[in-house]
């Protein structure tokens, strides 16, 4: 069976530091993917990254960075130079063709990002 | 491009009346999920499609729950009647068969059942 695990339910953060976020997953399929989302005070689900577990390097999009260790089944996201704006909260996610390539959320962090 | 259109945002009923939500994908995308959000249970898969077939619906509590996807560009949820305990954020999704696979989220509909 597949599963996230995100074991920080919440994350404080001094404004223009970096912060990691964890997630460790457990799979079975050769091939999958994972996937980071922001959730804001708003509701909305924002797709922030994605990382393919054959992709040899780690995944960034501006700010955002995918720490990926395969072998320990980890896929941290890194903010670096936090703003007050990255208070959110951050779900962890995963597909993979076993599940019939449906994705799989953990159950949250939420980070507080202070002045 | 608009992205993933979900109405109403809000919707408060009182128990035992039927509910719908409605759900237009991103054009273009072949798969369409429905999700619930509850402080308690999280982020819980409803259901899914793929070229408008249900694919999955192991997530739907009961049968008061059903999903339809008469065509491309439009699903709906449906609860039947509608009790307290589905008060939560209902969300829909949508994503292309490809290589990345990610997922785009509607604004949701905050459902209240007094």
Redesign the interface.
């Given at each position: 069976a597949q599963k996230i695990t995100q074991t920080q339910p919440g994350m404080f953060v001094q404004e223009k530091e970096a912060v990691t976020l964890d997630c460790t997953y457990d799979t079975s399929d050769p091939s999958y993917?994972l996937?980071w989302?922001k959730q804001p005070s708003s509701?909305?689900?924002?797709?922030l990254i994605?990382q393919?577990s054959y992709d040899q390097q780690n995944a960034t999009e501006g700010r955002y960075s995918l720490n990926f260790q395969k072998a320990r089944k980890s896929a941290n996201l890194v903010i670096s130079a936090s703003q007050l704006g990255d208070s959110a909260m951050y779900?962890c996610a995963m597909?993979g063709k076993t599940g019939?390539?449906?994705?799989?959320?953990g159950?949250?962090t939420r980070l507080f990002v202070k002045a | 491009d608009a992205g993933v259109i979900q109405s109403p945002r809000h919707e408060v009923t009182e128990m035992g009346q039927e509910v719908t939500l409605r759900c237009k994908p991103i054009s273009g995308h072949d798969y369409l999920f429905w999700y619930r959000q509850t402080m308690m249970r999280g982020l819980e898969l409803l259901i899914y499609f793929n070229n408008n077939v249900p694919i999955d619906d192991s997530g739907m509590p009961e049968d008061r729950f059903s999903a339809k996807m008469p065509n491309a560009s439009f699903s709906t949820l449906k609860i039947q009647p509608s009790e307290p305990r589905d008060s939560a954020v209902y969300f829909c999704a949508s994503r292309i068969q490809g290589e990345r696979n990610e997922q785009y989220f509607g604004p949701g509909t905050r459902l209240t059942v007094t």
């Open positions: 993917g996937f989302y509701g909305e689900m924002i797709f994605y393919g779900f597909g019939g390539f449906k994705t799989i959320f159950a949250g | -």
